[in-house]
C-alpha cells in the first residue's frame, strides 16, 4: 500500500488537467482507488484534497464533491466539484447522460464487425456484471459505440463511447463480443506477465482509459473537453 506522503505535490500536480473556482479535474493512475475504501490503499480524492491544501495554503479539510468514478483499474479523466452547487449539477449532468465519455481500450483479437452499437442487459453477480437475457428482472440495460482504431497482430485499439453508464459496462460488453479488454482476467482475458493483483482481485493496469470527458460548465454553461494523454505503456502487453 502506498500512503498520501509517498506522493510529493509536484507529482500530484502533474495528474492535474483543469482547474477553477468550481472544478478539478485530474488523471486517474490506473490501479488507484478513485475513492477511499475498506483496504485504506491512497485513493485520487485523498491526493487531490492535498493538492488544493497545499496549493491554496487552506487549513483543515477541504471542499471536493464526487460526482462519477472509475474502476481502479482504469486509469484516465475524473472531474471532482470545488463546491456544493458545482457538485450537484454536474452530478445531474452524468444523471441525466447529458456528458460524453470516451474511452480507449486495446482489446485480444479483432472485434467483428470493426465498429458498431452493443446493446446488452447486465445484472450483478458478486463482484462482477453478468451479460443476460434481455430485459431479466432487475438487469439494467448498456449500450455503447465502438470502433477499432487499428489492430497490432493479436490485439485491437478499440475507441468506446458510452451511451449508458453502468458499471463494468465497458469490459462485461467487450468480452460478450468475444474481446475482452488485455489484462481484464475477471472477464476473460489472459493473464499479462509481470503484472500483480490488487484488493477485490482486479489485475491492476487493465488496458482501459478514460481518455476524454465532455460536459457543461456548472456555473458558466459552457461546454469543456477534458483530454487526457494516453500512458506510454498503453499499448504493450506481454501476455503469457
Request: aromatic share 6%; proline share 5%; charged share 25%.
Amino acid at each position: 500500500m502506498r500512503i498520501e506522503t509517498d506522493w510529493t505535490f509536484e507529482a500530484i500536480r502533474r495528474l492535474v488537467l483543469y482547474q477553477d473556482n468550481h472544478l478539478l479535474a485530474m488523471q486517474k493512475p490506473a490501479g488507484m482507488l478513485t475513492q477511499a475504501d475498506r483496504t485504506g490503499d491512497i485513493c485520487l480524492m485523498d491526493l487531490a484534497r492535498r493538492y488544493l491544501r497545499e496549493k491554496y495554503h487552506k487549513p483543515g479539510e477541504v471542499f471536493l464533491g464526487l460526482v462519477h468514478r472509475l474502476d481502479r483499474p482504469v486509469g484516465g479523466v475524473i472531474v471532482f466539484a470545488r463546491t456544493g452547487k458545482a457538485a450537484r449539477r454536474l452530478s445531474e449532468q452524468f444523471r441525466a447522460r447529458k456528458t460524453k465519455k470516451v474511452y480507449r481500450a486495446v482489446v485480444e483479437g479483432r472485434p467483428g464487425p470493426p465498429q458498431g452499437e452493443l446493446t446488452h442487459w447486465l445484472m450483478k453477480s458478486g463482484m462482477m456484471m453478468n451479460v443476460v437475457a434481455p430485459r431479466t428482472p432487475s438487469s439494467l440495460e448498456a449500450r455503447l459505440i465502438y470502433r477499432t482504431l487499428e489492430t497490432r497482430g493479436d490485439t485491437s485499439l478499440v475507441e468506446v463511447e458510452l451511451i449508458t453508464g453502468r458499471r463494468h459496462q465497458i469490459r462485461a460488453q467487450l468480452a460478450t463480443l468475444g474481446c475482452p479488454i488485455v489484462g481484464d482476467i475477471k472477464y476473460g482475458a489472459k493473464a499479462i506477465r509481470g503484472e500483480t493483483r490488487s484488493a477485490g482481485d482486479v489485475v491492476t493496469g487493465i488496458r482501459l482509459f478514460a481518455s476524454c470527458l465532455t460536459f457543461r460548465h456548472p456555473t458558466t454553461g459552457a461546454q469543456i473537453t477534458l483530454e487526457a494523454p494516453t500512458p506510454r505503456d498503453f499499448l504493450t502487453a506481454d501476455q503469457q
